[in-house]
């Protein structure tokens, strides 16, 4: 059939309606979302390559890399870099083990879980921002409560020792409860024939873990890794609330370094150069567990 006796088919022309209709619904959304996601994205980017400041408006300088030629010889930025990465490597490894654990624990299921289960989300509904500035009663040097159940004045927030222990305990206690909602859905999901078969064979309790549980997860656990990986990257609220960054910079992360350039020193170019060098080693590590992500499903 040639395309002018399609063109006259009634049914090739009402089938051609029905799948170009739903497209019709959804483009006012999809164009919207596209010009909000591209927009700022686009304009950051030209951004970056021009030296701009609010102290005056309107005055653009096209420096082209210099920006971010300026990030490579920034101490500042190097310090708050590898502050934020203690802090990954510290909150993200005690979420992990803590969530898995408590998931391993509660998913035998008995009387009482179900309300157990729940008291370990309630972390989730506080804000950052609300957590924080709990937290900073809490750890107050003077009258925080902390200090009078030890006995003993202790600067969490004073003392650089002390300070980012602080900030990675109470991102611990927020998020953790979020490692341990996926990993049990995963840990639920597996069917309990796998279990008993490996039992009729012989295997034990940590084989059953490493060739069933383990492997099972492997997908859930590169997803949650990678989610929480991008979360501290762009960590803000906390750092800013419970310790403003100090003591001197002890605490300053990525994001937050980045927030003082663009709104406290109003230099724009200088910060959109900054948030670009943070994507990028942000999508450096989320490609590889991508990565490992795409090998475990090979090996699946």
């Known amino acids: 059939m040639d395309q002018a006796a399609a063109r006259d088919n009634p049914l090739m022309r009402l089938a051609a309606r029905r799948v170009a209709v739903p497209y019709l619904f959804i483009a006012p959304a999809l164009t919207l979302s596209t010009l909000v996601m591209l927009y700022p994205l686009v304009y950051s980017l030209w951004l970056s390559t021009q030296r701009y400041s609010l102290k005056r408006p309107g005055e653009f300088t096209f420096v082209g890399a210099r920006n971010y ?124 024939e796998r279990y008993e078969a490996a039992a009729l064979d012989g295997a034990g309790w940590l084989a059953a873990f490493r060739y069933i549980t383990v492997r099972h997860l492997r997908t859930l656990i590169m997803i949650v890794l990678i989610i929480r ?3 501290v990257f ?27 350039v663009g709104f406290k020193f109003l230099d724009m170019g200088y910060a959109a150069a900054l948030s670009f060098a ?15 992500l795409q090998a475990a499903r090979q090996d699946a």
Do not use: H, K
């Open 69 to 192: 030629l300026n990030v490579l010889d920034d101490s500042v930025f190097w310090t708050s870099l590898g502050n934020t990465g203690m802090y990954m490597l510290g909150a993200v490894t005690l979420e992990f083990v803590l969530g898995f654990g408590l998931a391993l624990l509660l998913n035998r299921g008995g009387r009482g879980q179900g309300a157990l289960r729940t008291s370990f989300l309630i972390p989730i509904v506080l804000t950052p921002v609300v957590a924080a500035l709990i937290a900073t009663y809490m750890l107050n040097a003077d009258f925080g409560i902390i200090n009078y159940l030890l006995g003993r004045q202790v600067l969490w927030l004073g003392d650089p020792r002390w300070a980012m222990a602080s900030i990675i305990l109470l991102d611990v206690w927020r998020t953790t409860p979020f490692v341990f909602l996926v990993l049990l859905a995963g840990l639920q999901s597996i069917p309990a």
């Open 229 to 231: 990986v991008m979360d």
């Open 234 to 260: 762009r960590e803000f609220d906390t750092p800013f609330v419970l310790t403003g960054g100090g003591p001197g910079t002890a605490t300053e992360m990525v994001a937050l370094y980045t927030y003082r």
């Open 278 to 292: 943070m994507l990028s080693i942000v999508l450096v590590i989320c490609y590889g567990f991508v990565r490992q």
